[in-house]
């Protein structure tokens, strides 16, 4: 009778150091051939907090660059020749040109309230490989 109450006494222990297997999530099972994918949620995209007034754009001050820092889009158009890319955002405004030496980035904007944005940043690259090359050069080869 001792070794059946010890041996219930150890099971009892014993039982409760055993866990529950662990459960695994379930991933979505793939579709069918011919069934409707399950539907996507969209993500919501976050938007940063407006500041409710306008801000000002630094200007780069760079030697070689005072023919375009400062310049709205048609003089810069009639400098490099019609841009090969034009992007809109906002009141922003992005011309990139391009030529055998070089792609230039200029990024144009208002310098005050409701004003025609002007070239305030430039970036330049090789077309090659993206790597980036003097800016006043890359101004100085695509100028017709």
Known sequence: ???????????????????????????????????????????????????????APRIMQLPGLEGVIGQNGTALAN??????????????LKLQFSGEACVLDIYLYPLRPGA??????VDARRASDGIDVDRAACVAALRR
């Open 1 to 55: 009778m001792l070794r059946t109450g010890a041996s219930l006494l150890a099971l009892t222990l014993l039982a409760g150091c055993v866990t529950a297997p662990a459960t695994t999530p379930q991933s979505p099972r793939a579709p069918v051939r011919g069934e409707a994918p399950p539907p996507m949620t969209p993500a919501r995209p976050q938007v940063a907090p407006s500041t409710g007034g306008f801000v």
């Open 79 to 92: 400098s490099f020749g019609p841009p090969r890319l034009e992007v809109r955002e906002g009141d922003a």
């Open 116 to 121: 025609e944005p002007s070239a305030t940043y």
